[in-house]
């Protein structure tokens, strides 16, 4: 039986990073990715200053900076009325070496980590190669690897479970995977055509509230992303239609015929594992939390969940296996799972859909006086940049 430190399933973003650290930090790591390839889809596109400080440590900043955008500037925006509210993370100058978020695409910042890994002595990367089982033993973890012709069994020491959502890794755990599914579904659009060429002052990430179709507008360096809601039970024909399609850019620059690149349907939940660790087989990431995409916290915290274990598990195989430096991990990642992210961006959701008038009024004065208060402000630029819920896990003992 092939022997290995650490598996981790899945090369998305979080599993990916997992990999990288362990193997830079002298680990044997075998990456296992059940597609062809890091997937291509449309998600993440933001990273956080904190993440950028962690790629840093890998030594990837500069090349995933070099892929994307600096975006210092994020506004919320009321399309009615046109009103912004700004906020730029170049305060955060001379607390970081990254005052600012950096938009690029996830499978490209995945892809770029896989290809250092394939060169790395301590790592073995490889796609399509499943978990398909894996049963825990009283020194470590066997799991089986399917390929297109075999299955082949490995005996490691721990098993980070990075396989997304849909987590094969945390159904056979059998945990809860508590919270709710929203009834609508979200859609995302790209395209060439430059929005800012239509929109005054368009800062590379604007939140737009509005209560008949608030929408998100990311820049990535090739496109422009839009992502609206869709209401429930629509057809995904229409959904995907031409028609659709073109009443979204009517309302949001007046045109119609705009060509797209993408056009995707994502359904959303708020959901948080009930444990993250389970002997020597860990959660991280989509696998161990999902939540709506407003603020860009799911794949940065799953990158943090990441480097937290990482820590734990380098200092187990370090000083012998140790059951509470994994509860710790445990207790630390998913407090602030719950306190920030799950928070966070159900009351993103709330601001950007407006709700009720009088309590729509009231939130967006509420970001007015942030923004015009010194201290309030570095405070929600901390808050959104993610730095208060690491300080908030570090001081989870
Ligand atoms: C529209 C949209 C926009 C988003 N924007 C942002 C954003 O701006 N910022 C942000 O932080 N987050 C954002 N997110 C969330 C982000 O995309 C996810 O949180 C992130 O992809 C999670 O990464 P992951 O590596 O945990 O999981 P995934 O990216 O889902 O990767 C899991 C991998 O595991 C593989 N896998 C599955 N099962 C197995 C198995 N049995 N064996 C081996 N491999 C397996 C899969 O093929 C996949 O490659 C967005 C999400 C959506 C839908």
């Not at 590379?204 to 820049?219: F, I």
């Not at 799953?302 to 937290?308: K, L, S, V």
Request: glycine share 6%.
């Amino acid at each position: 039986m092939t022997r290995t430190q650490v598996i981790v399933a899945g090369a998305g973003p979080v599993g990916t990073m997992a990999a990288y650290r362990l193997a830079q930090q002298g680990y044997d790591v075998i990456l296992c990715e059940a597609g062809p390839n890091c997937a291509q889809d449309l998600r993440a596109s933001t990273f956080h200053p904190p993440t950028l400080e962690m790629l840093d440590e890998l030594g990837m900043a500069d090349t995933i900076i070099k892929h994307g955008l600096k975006a210092p500037i994020y506004h919320f925006r009321e399309r009615q009325t046109g009103e912004v509210v700004e906020f730029d993370l170049s305060e955060l100058a001379g607390k970081t070496k990254f005052p600012f978020r950096v938009q690029c695409e996830q499978h490209v910042m995945a892809g770029l980590i896989a290809d250092k890994l394939k060169a790395h002595p301590k790592a073995d990367v490889r796609f399509n190669n499943k978990v398909v089982a894996f049963e825990q033993t009283e020194n470590g973890v066997e799991v089986a690897l399917e390929t297109a012709f075999s299955i082949e069994k490995i005996s490691a020491d721990y098993l980070i479970a990075a396989d997304g959502g849909n987590s094969i890794i945390r159904k056979w755990l059998g945990v809860e995977f508590e919270g709710f599914t929203y009834p609508e579904r979200f859609l995302t659009l790209s395209t060439t055509v430059e929005l800012a060429d239509y929109i005054d002052n368009l800062a590379l990430v604007s939140y737009v509230s509005d209560p008949k179709e608030w929408m998100v507008l990311l820049r990535v360096p090739s496109v422009w992303r839009i992502l609206v809601p869709v209401k429930e039970n629509q057809p995904d024909e229409w959904i995907l239609s031409d028609e659709k399609k073109d009443q979204v850019f009517q309302n949001l620059i007046g045109e119609t015929g705009v060509e797209t690149g993408h056009r995707t349907i994502y359904r959303v939940h708020q959901r948080v594992a009930k444990k993250f660790n389970f002997g020597r087989v860990c959660l991280v990431g989509d696998a161990a939390h999902l939540n709506n995409p407003l603020g860009g916290f799911g794949m940065n915290s799953g990158i943090h969940d990441a480097w937290n274990l990482c820590d734990k598990i380098s200092y187990n195989l370090k000083h012998g296996h140790n059951e509470n430096s994994l509860e710790l991990f445990d207790r630390q990642r998913r407090a602030v799972t719950h306190s920030f992210i799950q928070a966070q961006t159900m009351q993103n959701k709330k601001l950007l859909e407006h709700g009720d008038a009088s309590n729509h009024a009231q939130r967006y004065a509420e970001m007015h006086a942030i923004s015009n208060d010194p201290q309030k402000r570095l405070e929600f630029l901390r808050r959104q940049a993610m730095y208060t819920s690491l300080a908030e896990a570090d001081a989870i003992t």
